[in-house]
């Protein structure tokens, strides 16, 4: 090619680039033109379409154009006239042409509204049920009018698919593919891709999520080439990439949970403030059930330019004067009409089967009880009213009381240990585990799943140990769950045959736009404050696609701050049912409580709580405490019927006499208010009495240590000058006999007569006889006994006190009875000699002491613990053995049941550093903890960093437990390759070769197993020489 050619050529190309560029920027500077359009005559049909709807917009229309105040929100462009348009004065009479011009405007302007009967086309995977295409049918007349909406309808009725189904229309009928922008709580996210995948593919849907690097290359090559319709995103990724999204004009702004710009000074409220956009839809299935401003907030962001003014509208509908004036409400009414649509499930989803709720009400057991009083004590001048009351001091208060009546693990220290175990302790010291375990294998007999809502993730950590121990399969998701651990789980929680039995959330991350419609059973382990966000945690359940009937099980331990807790939670959602349902709005100061009311709910059952020691829990079949919880239900929910809304408000059952009705004062059959009124200490709570003993005689204080009852039948005496033995000395038996001679006589010479003990029934007489027979025969000692006595009253361990026997056998129990070394060092004052002496005679003569049982379990459950600890070694042991630098190479075999809190880079740290520290030594967990914080490379993992000792130990504890089945798992494996590659007959060649050279020694039983042997053996042959 030519040199003129080329040059034509590259002219050619040059040209064609810039006619490229010139029609990009055409086409780009056309959209925005067009964009900006459209608004303006969203604007104009706003007005039009909201001044036919009622005249009470003329308010804020006029108020919004002559206000100083700058509107909130993008500002717009208004032209001079359409301003004059807008508050002209209509009083006077119109000429004939002012009206022919009119009416003309208004033919021109009047527009077919579309209208779906059936499921639109696009809509795949199903079909949209007839509630859902009237929102549908609602949300586009919305758009024809250039009116920004509330979508409220009760959780489960379908709300993402309805405002799927309203994009899709804005693609295929209006010829607007976007962008559009969904922005959605974390939790939901990809719920909301999913849902677009399914139910309309042909949007094509993106998610922008992830860390700075994710998102840097997700804007670079998927967000600003523009070749999708929707952008799924969270509030955090709108604050965080503000920038990016501020370039783009936005067709729709969605935004789900929209309660959360309730507040127009928040950061995100700003933010989103600032976005240019078209239309805007708000999505939420709480009642609207904000105060004045926070409603204004909301319409203020859905039309700035009508509701400029905050101190306009609050003036316009105050509080106090709403509630009372049905002009005002029905003004109210008119104004919420044109943006809101709220239905319920009650009214529209006649195939969904309303939701069972049953409270199982549940008592303390004796640590939460301890717990309980020991939280009283420490603020009892508070509680009663005695000390400075303030407000963050009683909310602390009552704080404490829920972690008591949830489980007392939750206080540092309250766990027994260490070594801390997963067993039945993790029951039965919680009324509400108590009956959880109970009831979950009823559930599973019956095929249901269950989710399980706690408010406090640290409960959640402890019913994870109880999974692990009942080998329940398990889900758990709380607001340190990764986005990617949360899809994962849910995914394989609702999968068809999923073997997961239960998950367990935190009711405020897991109860919002989660679908686990797969489960029927809902258990809310803990109340919470707000009653919304219970019945959002049900709606997991209670939901479009669910099959059977959900139930509810609420646990409320009874007689405690938790059951005054439900109460008024129950009342505040009657309240709402009463009053914001029909249109009105409860002032939110009323629903905050003050310091007397949080005094009155620490007070409820204190006095109960002090004057009981022992456990509430009832052994009680669990069919019959679910009767009796239902029963109560029922009474407590008719009961609520029956209260007024004047009662309601003051948060009181007293309805001033109304029949069929009690007050919430009336207790035990008295009315504690007027009792109150009489008496000025009538809150008094008398904090128990410290027990005082009379007098602290011997014989006493060893009747009670050994729980001996008080005889009935006076004592027989003894002689006044008699030495004192105690079968821990190990006295010669031959001693013993001469003393009992000794007092046989002295009963002879007084002349004693034996009573007859009933207690003994049959046997009396005889016994009777047969011990007076011994004092009617008793001779006194004669001078060769008495030198016989007294030589062997020095033949006994004289020197040994009661303390220093408790130290003896506390030393065996610590270290086992083989380490006579270490038990020497324990006992205090005795030389090492003295010690193996009378260990010696102990262990030769132990079945002669009277609590020998006792002492036994004693010893050998600290010898259980020691080769507990040595089997966790040899466990840690054999893992390590297998890497080179277990530091970095080892490996864990989670399963199924990962935790969902730590890493496994972090789970690789504590076994190995555990294993480096020693497992048994004293405080190898506040070690552990100061080697995390002194590692590089957890700098900057303050997860890992904030962790307690205790917390650590409980890790510690699972990763063992995993470890050692991997090990059991692994020798069995090795035990089946040998016996498969092992010929048949080589195995007895191989026997008889090793019996041939080195004889296999006889098995020797453990020094432990032999010596318990022995002692069961002298019991036995001690009972038959007593018969």
Same mark, same amino acid.
């Given at each position: 090619?030519?040199?003129?050619?080329?040059?034509?050529?590259?002219?050619?190309?040059?040209?064609?680039?810039?006619?490229?560029?010139?029609?990009?920027?055409?086409?780009?500077?056309?959209?925005?033109?067009?964009?900006?359009?459209?608004?303006?005559?969203?604007?104009?049909?706003?007005?039009?379409?909201?001044?036919?709807?009622?005249?009470?917009?003329?308010?804020?229309? *006029?108020?919004?154009?002559?206000?100083?105040?700058?509107?909130?929100?993008?500002?717009?462009?208004?032209?001079?006239?359409?301003?004059?348009?807008?508050?002209?004065?209509?009083?006077?009479?119109?000429?004939?042409?002012?009206?022919?011009?009119?009416?003309?405007?208004?033919?021109?302007?009047?527009?077919?509204?579309?209208?779906?009967?059936?499921?639109?086309?696009?809509?795949?995977?199903?079909?949209?049920?007839?509630?859902?295409?009237?929102?549908?049918?609602?949300?586009?007349?919305?758009?024809?009018?250039?009116?920004?909406?509330?979508?409220?309808?009760?959780?489960?009725?379908?709300?993402?698919?309805?405002?799927?189904?309203?994009?899709?229309?804005?693609?295929?009928?209006?010829?607007?593919?976007?962008?559009?922008?969904?922005?959605?709580?974390?939790?939901?996210?990809?719920?909301?891709?999913?849902?677009?995948?399914?139910?309309?593919?042909?949007?094509?849907?993106?998610?922008?999520?992830?860390?700075?690097?994710?998102?840097?290359?997700?804007?670079?090559?998927?967000?600003?080439?523009?070749?999708?319709? $929707?952008?799924?995103?969270?509030?955090?990724?709108?604050?965080?990439?503000?920038?990016?999204?501020?370039?783009?004009?936005?067709?729709?702004?969605?935004?789900?949970?929209?309660?959360?710009?309730?507040?127009?000074?928040?950061?995100?409220?700003?933010?989103?403030?600032?976005?240019?956009?078209?239309?805007?839809?708000?999505?939420?299935?709480?009642?609207?059930?904000?105060?004045?401003?926070?409603?204004?907030?909301?319409?203020?962001?859905?039309?700035?330019?009508?509701?400029?003014?905050?101190?306009?509208?609050?003036?316009?509908?105050?509080?106090?004067?709403?509630?009372?004036?049905?002009?005002?409400?029905?003004?109210?009414?008119?104004?919420?009409?044109?943006?809101?649509?709220?239905?319920?499930?009650?009214?529209?989803?006649?195939?969904?089967?309303?939701?069972?709720?049953?409270?199982?009400?549940?008592?303390?057991?004796?640590?939460?009880?301890?717990?309980?009083?020991?939280?009283?004590?420490?603020?009892?001048? $508070?509680?009663?009213?005695?000390?400075?009351?303030?407000?963050?001091?009683?909310?602390?208060?009552?704080?404490?009381?829920?972690?008591?009546?949830?489980?007392?693990?939750?206080?540092?220290?309250?766990?027994?240990?260490?070594?801390?175990?997963?067993?039945?302790?993790?029951?039965?010291?919680?009324?509400?585990?108590?009956?959880?375990?109970?009831?979950?294998?009823?559930?599973?007999?019956?095929?249901?799943? !269950?989710?399980?809502?706690?408010?406090?993730?640290?409960?959640?950590?402890?019913?994870?140990?109880?999974?692990?121990?009942?080998?329940?399969?398990?889900?758990?998701?709380?607001?340190?769950?990764?986005?990617?651990?949360?899809?994962?789980?849910?995914?394989?929680?609702?999968?068809?045959?999923?073997?997961?039995?239960?998950?367990?959330?935190?009711?405020?991350?897991?109860?919002?736009?989660?679908?686990?419609? *797969?489960?029927? $059973?809902?258990?809310?382990?803990?109340?919470?404050?707000?009653?919304?966000?219970?019945?959002?945690?049900?709606?997991?359940?209670?939901?479009?696609?669910?099959?059977?009937?959900?139930?509810?099980?609420?646990?409320?331990?009874?007689?405690?701050?938790?059951?005054?807790?439900?109460?008024?939670?129950? !009342?505040?959602?009657?309240?709402?049912?009463?009053?914001?349902?029909?249109?009105?709005?409860?002032?939110?100061?009323?629903?905050?409580?003050?310091?007397?009311?949080?005094?009155?709910?620490?007070?409820?059952?204190?006095?109960?709580?002090?004057?009981?020691?022992?456990?509430?829990?009832?052994?009680?079949?669990?069919?019959?405490?679910?009767?009796?919880?239902?029963?109560?239900?029922?009474?407590?929910?008719?009961?609520?019927?029956?209260?007024?809304?004047?009662?309601?408000?003051?948060?009181?059952?007293?309805?001033?006499?109304?029949?069929?009705?009690?007050?919430?004062?009336?207790?035990?059959?008295?009315?504690?208010?007027?009792?109150?009124?009489?008496?000025?200490?009538?809150?008094?709570?008398?904090?128990?009495?410290?027990?005082?003993?009379?007098?602290?005689?011997?014989?006493?204080?060893?009747?009670?240590?050994?729980?001996?009852?008080?005889?009935?039948?006076?004592?027989?005496?003894?002689?006044?000058?008699?030495?004192?033995?105690?079968?821990?000395?190990?006295?010669?038996?031959?001693?013993?006999?001469?003393?009992?001679?000794?007092?046989?006589?002295?009963?002879?010479?007084?002349?004693?007569? !034996?009573?007859?003990?009933?207690?003994?029934?049959?046997?009396?007489?005889?016994?009777?006889?047969?011990?007076?027979?011994?004092?009617?025969?008793?001779?006194?000692?004669?001078?060769?006994?008495?030198?016989?006595?007294?030589?062997?009253?020095?033949?006994?361990?004289?020197?040994?006190?009661?303390?220093?026997?408790?130290?003896?056998?506390?030393?065996?129990?610590?270290?086992?009875?083989?380490?006579?070394?270490?038990?020497?060092?324990? !006992?205090?004052?005795?030389?090492?000699?003295?010690?193996?002496?009378?260990?010696?005679?102990?262990?030769?003569?132990?079945?002669?002491?009277?609590?020998?049982?006792?002492?036994?379990?004693?010893?050998?459950?600290?010898?259980?613990?020691?080769?507990?600890?040595?089997?966790?070694?040899?466990?840690?042991?054999?893992?390590?053995?297998?890497?080179?630098?277990?530091?970095?190479?080892?490996?864990?075999?989670?399963?199924?049941?990962?935790?969902?809190?730590?890493?496994?880079?972090?789970?690789?740290?504590?076994?190995?550093?555990?294993?480096?520290?020693?497992?048994?030594?004293?405080?190898?967990?506040?070690?552990?903890?100061?080697?995390?914080?002194?590692?590089?490379?957890?700098?900057?993992?303050?997860?890992?960093?904030?962790?307690?000792?205790?917390?650590?130990?409980?890790?510690?504890?699972?990763?063992?437990?995993?470890?050692?089945?991997?090990?059991?798992?692994?020798?069995?494996?090795?035990?089946?390759?040998?016996?498969?590659?092992?010929?048949?007959?080589?195995?007895?060649?191989?026997?008889?070769?090793?019996?041939?050279? *080195?004889?296999?020694?006889?098995?020797?039983?453990?020094?432990?197993?032999?010596?318990?042997?022995?002692? $069961?053996?002298?019991?036995?042959?001690?009972?038959?020489?007593?018969?």
């Amino acid at each position: 090619m030519s040199k003129t050619e080329t040059a034509a050529v590259e002219a050619t190309e040059e040209n064609s680039n810039e006619t490229t560029s010139d029609a990009a920027t055409s086409s780009s500077g056309e959209k925005e033109a067009e964009f900006d359009n459209k608004i303006e005559a969203d604007r104009s049909r706003r007005f039009d379409f909201l001044l036919k709807q009622t005249e009470i917009f003329t308010h804020f229309m *006029t108020n919004s154009a002559k206000s100083p105040t700058k509107p909130k929100g993008r500002p717009k462009k208004i032209k001079d006239k359409d301003k004059e348009k807008d508050v002209a004065d209509h009083r006077h009479r119109k000429t004939e042409q002012e009206e022919d011009e009119e009416l003309l405007a208004e033919d021109s302007a009047t527009k077919e509204i579309f209208r779906f009967d059936a499921s639109p086309a696009y809509i795949k995977s199903g079909e949209m049920r007839d509630y859902q295409i009237r929102g549908l049918n609602w949300m586009i007349s919305l758009y024809e009018n250039g009116i920004n909406g509330i979508l409220a309808d009760e959780m489960g009725l379908g709300k993402t698919l309805q405002t799927i189904s309203l994009l899709g229309y804005l693609k295929h009928f209006k010829n607007q593919a976007g962008p559009h922008i969904v922005i959605v709580p974390k939790s939901t996210l990809q719920n909301w891709v999913n849902e677009f995948k399914k139910w309309c593919p042909s949007l094509r849907a993106v998610c922008l999520i992830g860390d700075q690097d994710t998102r840097n290359t997700f804007i670079r090559d998927v967000l600003m080439p523009g070749e999708w319709d $929707v952008c799924v995103t969270s509030y955090e990724m709108c604050i965080r990439e503000k920038s990016v999204f501020k370039k783009f004009n936005w067709r729709y702004l969605v935004i789900d949970e929209a309660h959360r710009i309730k507040n127009e000074k928040s950061k995100l409220s700003e933010i989103l403030r600032e976005f240019k956009t078209a239309n805007r839809l708000l999505i939420t299935g709480t009642p609207l059930q904000n105060n004045l401003h926070e409603l204004w907030a909301l319409l203020n962001f859905l039309l700035p330019d009508v509701f400029n003014s905050s101190e306009d509208f609050d003036e316009w509908f105050n509080t106090n004067t709403c509630l009372g004036d049905d002009a005002l409400i029905t003004r109210l009414h008119a104004v919420l009409k044109p943006f809101l649509l709220r239905r319920l499930k009650a009214e529209v989803e006649k195939r969904l089967k309303p939701k069972k709720e049953m409270k199982i009400f549940v008592g303390l057991s004796k640590m939460q009880r301890d717990w309980y009083t020991k939280v009283l004590l420490k603020d009892i001048d $508070v509680v009663n009213g005695a000390g400075k009351v303030e407000k963050m001091r009683l909310q602390n208060i009552l704080m404490q009381l829920r972690k008591c009546t949830n489980h007392p693990y939750l206080f540092d220290g309250a766990e027994p240990g260490p070594p801390y175990t997963t067993d039945t302790h993790l029951v039965y010291n919680s009324g509400k585990m108590a009956i959880l375990d109970k009831l979950l294998p009823k559930l599973q007999e019956q095929g249901s799943r !269950v989710l399980i809502f706690s408010q406090m993730t640290r409960m959640l950590d402890i019913l994870e140990d109880y999974c692990h121990w009942r080998n329940y399969n398990y889900c758990r998701l709380d607001g340190q769950t990764p986005h990617e651990d949360r899809n994962r789980q849910i995914q394989e929680f609702n999968m068809d045959n999923s073997t997961k039995f239960l998950f367990m959330l935190s009711t405020r991350a897991g109860g919002l736009g989660i679908n686990l419609a *797969t489960a029927d $059973v809902v258990i809310i382990y803990d109340s919470d404050w707000n009653p919304q966000m219970d019945l959002q945690a049900m709606d997991r359940a209670h939901r479009i696609g669910q099959k059977k009937q959900v139930r509810v099980f609420r646990l409320i331990t009874e007689s405690t701050v938790e059951e005054k807790i439900v109460e008024r939670a129950e !009342v505040k959602l009657r309240l709402d049912k009463m009053v914001i349902q029909g249109g009105r709005l409860v002032d939110n100061r009323s629903n905050q409580l003050n310091k007397d009311e949080m005094l009155n709910i620490i007070r409820f059952g204190a006095n109960q709580v002090f004057s009981s020691k022992e456990t509430d829990i009832t052994d009680e079949d669990i069919d019959v405490i679910l009767e009796r919880g239902e029963a109560k239900t029922a009474e407590q929910k008719a009961a609520l019927d029956s209260m007024g809304e004047s009662s309601l408000r003051t948060f009181t059952m007293d309805t001033n006499g109304e029949a069929g009705t009690s007050s919430v004062y009336q207790f035990e059959g008295e009315d504690w208010r007027e009792k109150q009124k009489l008496n000025a200490l009538g809150n008094w709570i008398e904090p128990p009495k410290r027990e005082r003993k009379a007098n602290y005689a011997v014989d006493a204080y060893f009747r009670e240590a050994l729980r001996v009852s008080e005889p009935k039948a006076p004592k027989a005496p003894r002689p006044p000058k008699q030495p004192i033995v105690q079968d821990f000395q190990f006295f010669p038996p031959r001693l013993f006999e001469l003393l009992d001679q000794e007092i046989y006589y002295f009963r002879k010479t007084v002349g004693y007569k !034996v009573p007859k003990n009933t207690e003994l029934g049959s046997d009396a007489t005889k016994v009777q006889r047969e011990e007076q027979r011994k004092i009617d025969e008793a001779e006194p000692l004669t001078e060769e006994e008495i030198q016989e006595k007294e030589n062997l009253l020095s033949q006994g361990f004289t020197a040994w006190t009661k303390r220093d026997f408790n130290q003896f056998i506390k030393a065996n129990e610590k270290y086992g009875r083989d380490d006579i070394d270490n038990i020497a060092k324990d !006992v205090e004052g005795k030389t090492p000699e003295e010690v193996i002496e009378y260990n010696a005679v102990f262990w030769e003569r132990c079945t002669e002491l009277q609590d020998i049982e006792r002492i036994m379990g004693q010893i050998e459950r600290g010898e259980g613990k020691i080769q507990r600890r040595l089997s966790i070694k040899k466990a840690l042991d054999q893992k390590m053995s297998r890497y080179r630098a277990p530091f970095h190479q080892l490996r864990l075999q989670y399963g199924n049941n990962k935790g969902k809190n730590y890493t496994e880079i972090e789970d690789r740290f504590l076994v190995c550093m555990l294993h480096k520290l020693g497992f048994d030594k004293e405080n190898v967990y506040e070690e552990l903890r100061a080697a995390i914080r002194a590692s590089p490379q957890f700098r900057f993992d303050w997860f890992i960093k904030s962790r307690t000792a205790l917390e650590l130990q409980r890790r510690c504890n699972t990763l063992i437990t995993l470890i050692e089945r991997e090990n059991i798992e692994l020798e069995e494996k090795e035990r089946a390759e040998k016996k498969k590659k092992a010929p048949k007959g080589s195995v007895s060649a191989a026997s008889g070769s090793s019996s041939s050279n *080195t004889p296999a020694p006889a098995p020797q039983p453990k020094a432990n197993q032999k010596r318990k042997s022995e002692v $069961v053996a002298a019991s036995s042959n001690s009972k038959k020489k007593k018969k």
